[in-house]
């Protein structure tokens, strides 16, 4: 890397965290309330979060397998949040959610999370560390462990949220005869299987917004106005990029 | 009321790897590579931890359960004892239990990646059931004109210079389409990594 990009790569960090304090401030809340587009899987998403309470029926959310110290693990961690969220959303309900994943780092967290939920909401009765297990060491392993999950724990709704390979063509194939299903993932392979197989497919950064859709916190709602606000730059900086080269100046 | 020192450590280490990055200082490299070891470290003891819930957790506790099923799953911890002990007695280096090993994992895993390609010659015929709008469409007309670009089928056109140059402009298509979804990829990481770095998400207890 580098002087240059060390500078840009930092001030761009630098310029992100400022700006998610700055939007996730009450004044500026407040004064600009956040609007968003509608995206048709969150929608479903919700209302199958509903359905699960009132009918006493469990979600399934599957994290993927990317280990933790990977660079493709961020859409592992939205996945997460989105268990979190589920977790609380569901509480009255006498089944929380169940969690599988193909890593083990992966694993520690959501069984972390599914205990914080269940002390957060009182329903520590419920919590069993084995609603989240780790399907399987290897891709397929991990593909064909999850399909058992799903069958044996009789859930109503599905959400793969992670980094998938070709893997995801098994997944969706036993994710599509069990209610609703919703997937996501920051891997191009695993995004156009998912396309072609599941109805409700998160594309790009629509992953990454559903914690703010789903509103876990200020400053998720927060980000996704930065990630707006940047893209307009990177946008605004490809096509003044392809002008400046069509004219020969770069 | 939550203890703040898990979040000290994990906003201080964020810190020192993130400077590590944009720094370049010794100092900061020569605290970096140990944490950066460590974290490594600890990925592969998860994923130890994992393996022991999975088969004396999981399995084991289905062993206990009625029903057909539990015969998988002493099949699971019985193989899974016959490949830990292997690998004990003989070491994992060993060619004859690297040939055990393969010699089960490949024959399964192709068995899994046949299935994985019926399954998805079977989505693409009902591809347009999933997908009914203009999106859909457009993702089935572009998977049938991209596999007839690339399948060889038009070579011909290589002879023909405007046609060769129209081609090769199409084949550019899906690259900028990736491009599209992989920057929309790159701000959300960086926004989830943000979050973690100031404390906002914490997938984790403490």
Known sequence: MSSVDQVIGFSIVVFFVVLVFVFSSKSIRTRFPVTFRKIEPINRLKKAIGVAVEDGSRLHVSLGSAQLVDPSNTSALIGLNTLQRVGQLTSTSDLPPICTTGSGSLLLLSQDTLKRISKETNTQAFYDPNHATMAGATPFSYAIGTTEAIQNCEVSGNILLGNFGTEAGLLSDSIGKSGISIAGSDSITAQSIFYATTPDTLIGEEVFALPAYLAVSPKHQASLRVEDVFRMIVAGAIILGAILTAVGVL | ?206
């Open chain 2, 1 to 206: 009321m939550k203890s703040p020192l898990s979040l000290i450590i994990v906003i201080t280490t964020g810190v020192i790897i993130l400077l590590g990055y944009f720094v370049p200082s010794s100092a900061l490299a020569e605290i970096r590579s140990p944490m950066l070891s460590w974290a490594v470290t600890l990925s592969g003891v998860a994923g130890l931890v994992a393996i022991i819930h999975l088969i004396f957790r999981v399995h084991w506790g289905k062993l206990k359960k009625e029903g057909s099923k539990q015969w998988f799953s002493l099949v699971v911890v019985v193989i899974f004892l016959i490949t830990l002990g292997a690998g004990l007695f003989l070491e994992p280096t060993n060619p004859v239990f690297q040939k055990i090993v393969t010699y089960v994992q490949v024959p399964i895993e192709s068995t899994l990646l046949a299935i994985l390609a019926i399954t998805l010659s079977f989505s693409s015929l009902i591809l347009l059931q999933n997908q009914r709008n203009w999106m859909g469409i457009t993702f089935f007309v572009t998977v049938i004109v991209f596999l007839i670009l690339n399948s060889g089928l038009l070579s011909f056109t290589d002879q023909i210079p405007v046609l060769r140059n129209l081609l090769s402009g199409l084949q550019m298509i899906p690259g900028a389409g990736a491009r599209g979804i992989v920057l929309g990829v790159a701000l959300g990481s960086l926004a989830t990594g943000i979050r973690i770095l100031i404390g906002s998400d914490r997938p984790y207890n403490g």
